[in-house]
C-alpha cells in the first residue's frame, strides 16, 4: 500500500517570494509521483509527474519538483510565487505493479499568495 | 478540444434514497476512474474501468455504491439508500491508456449532498 504526507495544510507566501509544497511518500515498490493543482470551482489539473525517468521534474507555471528517493520526497517548487498561484495543490502517488489502480492522494496545501 | 464532462454538477437528495452520477470521459481515453472528494481531504479512489469492464474496484466503501460503463465510453456511478455520510464530490477522470505512469484528466465534479 502507499501514502502520501502534505506537511501544511495551508501555506502563505508574499507574491514573487519561493513557494515550497512538502510532500513525503510511502510506497513498498518504486513510485509514480503527481502534483495536481484545483482552482475553485475547477477539475485537477495536472502539474507535473515523475515517472521514473529525470529525478528533477519540470511542469506548467513555472513549477518544478525534484524526486528525492532517500528521502521519499517530492517537493514542489516555484522560484516567484504570483496572484494566479493561489489554489490548492495536491500530491499523488500511484505504484508501479501492483496494488489500487488509482492515485493516492495527500490532504492537500492550499497555497495562499500576498500581494 | 473537450474534457471530461460531469452532470450533474450538483446532486441534493434525501437520505435513504437513489442518486445516478454520470460522466463523459475525453473521446477515446478507454481508462476511466471514480474520486471521492469529502471536505478537507484529498481525493479517494473509488472505482477503475479499462473499456466496459471494472478493473479494480477495491476503493467502493460498500454494496451501497457501484458503478457501470457498458460500452466503454460514458460510466455512471449508482448509490443506493444513500446516507448523510455519502455527502462529497464525486470526481471522475479518464486517461488514454490504463497505465499508472499515465496522466488522468479530471471533471469537475459532481457535488453531492443527502440531506
Known amino acids: 500500500a502507499q501514502s502520501v504526507t502534505q506537511l501544511g495544510s495551508h501555506v502563505s507566501v508574499s507574491e514573487g517570494a519561493l513557494v515550497l509544497l512538502r510532500c513525503n511518500y510511502s510506497s513498498s515498490v518504486p513510485p509514480y509521483l503527481f502534483w495536481y493543482v484545483q482552482y475553485p470551482n475547477q477539475g485537477l489539473q495536472l502539474l507535473l509527474k515523475?515517472?521514473?525517468?529525470?529525478?528533477l521534474v519540470k511542469g506548467i507555471n513555472g513549477f518544478e519538483a525534484e524526486f528525492k528517493k532517500s528521502e521519499t520526497s517530492f517537493h514542489l517548487t516555484k522560484p516567484s510565487a504570483h496572484m494566479s498561484d493561489a489554489a490548492e495543490y495536491f500530491c499523488a502517488v500511484s505504484a508501479k505493479g501492483g496494488g489500487a489502480d488509482g492515485l493516492t492522494f495527500g490532504k492537500g496545501t492550499h497555497l495562499i499568495i500576498q500581494p | 478540444g473537450a474534457g471530461v464532462s460531469q452532470t450533474p454538477s450538483n446532486k441534493v437528495t434525501e437520505k435513504g434514497k437513489y442518486v445516478e452520477l454520470r460522466c463523459d470521459p475525453i473521446s477515446g481515453h478507454t481508462a476511466l476512474y471514480w474520486y471521492r472528494q469529502s471536505l478537507g481531504q484529498g481525493p479517494e479512489f473509488l472505482i477503475y474501468?479499462?473499456?466496459?469492464?471494472?478493473?479494480?474496484d477495491s476503493g467502493l466503501p460498500n454494496d451501497r455504491f457501484f458503478a457501470v460503463r457498458p460500452e466503454g465510453s460514458v460510466s455512471t456511478l449508482k448509490i443506493q439508500r444513500t446516507e448523510r455520510g455519502d455527502s462529497a464530490v464525486y470526481l471522475c477522470a479518464s486517461s488514454s491508456q490504463g497505465s499508472k505512469r499515465s496522466t488522468q484528466y479530471f471533471g469537475p465534479g459532481t457535488r453531492l449532498t443527502v440531506l
Open positions: 515523475y515517472t521514473s525517468a529525470a529525478t
Open positions: 474501468f479499462q473499456g466496459t469492464g471494472a478493473a479494480d
